[in-house]
């Protein structure tokens, strides 16, 4: 069955930097649009970033554009998430979740994993 | 960027209740419209996209309508695994969610 597994999650200090990983199984990873969503505790969710199937394209929120890149590695169905330069509203569960329809839904999503900026 | 905007955000309602909520954008969005169901602890699941089409194993008695600013997300007759908070999304334009409706147990 079509499966997302994140990774990488964990406590990290305001200014840090961390990388999340998402294991994709049962589709054709290398067909799908990708994308990255997050939940801060107790909130909605809230659209991070996507990547095309080829990595041609790529695009982001304007909340974390310029410290965060998306990128994915075919060979290895995984996508990742790099984060930089965290700041304590970057505290959330982040999702990883395959674009459908033309990346306009996205279905299925991972489990999550969270990722606390404290210091 | 578009505003998606839910009402009521919580609601309690009993099995075998009809429940409608509402999303409404702050500008047309065509069908650009999908829902999904999120249970405490767990990721969202995608309940309707397109406004009103159902994914396979979504049970029938969920059902979306809807176009341009105005949505609806209806469970004909609630059951007990229902309980959940519910989000639109639109994706008509860079990718906004509304902000949720807690459905809970009367």
């Known amino acids: 069955q079509v499966q997302l597994v994140e990774s990488g999650g964990g406590l990290v200090k305001p200014g840090g930097s961390l990388r999340l990983s998402c294991a994709a199984s049962?589709?054709?990873?290398?067909?799908?649009?990708m994308s990255w969503i997050r939940q801060a505790p107790g909130k909605g969710l809230e659209w991070v970033s996507y990547?095309?199937?080829?990595?041609?394209?790529?695009y982001y929120a304007d909340s974390v554009k310029g410290r965060f890149t998306i990128s994915r590695d075919n060979a290895k169905n995984s996508l990742y998430l790099q984060m930089n330069s965290l700041k304590v509203e970057d505290t959330a569960v982040y999702y990883c979740?395959?674009?459908?329809?033309?990346?306009?839904?996205?279905?299925?999503w991972g489990q999550g994993t969270l990722v606390t900026v404290s210091s | 960027d578009i505003q998606m905007t839910q009402s009521p955000s919580s609601l309690s309602a009993s099995v075998g209740d009809r429940v409608t909520i509402t999303c409404r954008a702050s500008k047309s969005i065509g069908n650009y419209l999908n829902w999904y169901q999120q249970k405490p602890g767990k990721a969202p699941k995608l309940l309707i996209y397109a406004a009103s089409s159902l994914p396979s194993g979504v049970p029938s008695r969920f059902s979306g309508s809807g176009s341009g600013t105005d949505f609806t997300l209806t469970i004909s007759s609630l059951q007990p695994e229902d309980f959940a908070t519910y989000y639109c999304?639109?994706?008509?334009?860079?990718?906004?969610f509304g902000g949720g409706t807690k459905v809970e147990i009367k």
């Open positions: 049962g589709f054709t990873f290398s067909d799908y649009y």
């Open positions: 979740a395959r674009a459908m329809g033309g990346k306009r839904w996205f279905d299925p």
């Open positions: 999304q639109q994706s008509y334009s860079t990718l906004t």
């Open positions: 990547i095309s199937s080829s990595s041609s394209a790529r």
